[in-house]
């Protein structure tokens, strides 16, 4: 079964205080591996995609890697506007959709400052 | 360029009745997929549009339905409302049907009394 497990469930940092978010998934043919913002009562936000192991991306303060198995979002000197939920998700052919993604719990990420 | 939009943004239904969610993709894009969002939890596929065809279908009950329009908007419509469908609504648009990464709109939350 196909599956995205995040932790952890929730992260409190100092501002400045960097860290790493992580994302493993079990799925039968990844068809990329997506990280997405969301901010309370909205819609998630993307951020990055990743195709292949070993693949690495980068947007201001963040920066996500892919391996095989699991995929990290790395957060350098986070600042509170830092402060979400951060999704992964794989893409997945399911239920006939090629367009289907598969989303985690998520991570709450909170930076205090 | 306006973003996804969908509408209401809040809603109240008791059980039993029907409910109707709608959704503008952005311009130019052409496939629509709707998710729910139970608090707490990642969003959770249940339709994929493409060129006013249904392209994939989540594991919901045959009581959620849905349809896009020659404008590529789009509905959800659930009928015989539950407690259990109390959820975030998301609309999302992507310029194919493909593994892409999905724009969201901010959705609709359904409350069932």
């Known amino acids: 079964e196909d599956q995205v497990t995040q932790s952890p469930e929730a992260l409190r940092l100092q501002e400045g205080e960097s860290s790493s978010l992580n994302c493993s998934y079990t799925?039968?043919?990844?068809?990329?591996l997506f990280w997405y913002r969301q901010d309370p009562g909205k819609g998630p936000e993307f951020l990055f995609t990743?195709?292949?192991a070993g693949e690495e991306k980068e947007k201001e303060r963040l920066k996500a890697t892919l391996t095989k198995k699991e995929s990290f979002l790395h957060i350098t000197a986070p600042k509170p506007e830092d402060s979400a939920t951060y999704l992964c998700a794989v893409g997945v052919n399911y239920g006939g959709s090629q367009g289907n993604l598969i989303f985690g719990k998520g991570t709450k990420l909170s930076v205090k400052p | 360029d306006a973003g996804v939009t969908q509408s209401p943004t809040h809603l109240i239904k008791t059980r039993g009745q029907h409910v109707t969610l709608r959704c503008s993709p952005i311009?130019?894009?052409?496939?629509v997929s709707w998710y729910q969002q139970v608090l707490g939890q990642g969003p959770q596929f249940i339709f994929q549009y493409y060129e006013k065809e249904e392209r994939g279908r989540g594991n919901f009950p045959d009581r959620f339905s849905a349809r896009q329009f020659p404008n590529y908007s789009s509905e959800l419509n659930v009928n015989a409302l539950l407690l259990g469908d109390s959820a975030l609504y998301l609309c999302?648009?992507?310029?194919?049907?493909?593994?892409?990464?999905?724009?969201f709109g901010s959705g609709t939350q359904l409350s069932v009394l």
């Open positions: 799925v039968s043919g990844l068809r990329g």
């Open positions: 990743l195709y292949s």
């Open positions: 999302a648009s992507s310029l194919t049907a493909g593994h892409e990464k999905l724009f």
């Open positions: 311009s130019g894009h052409k496939s």
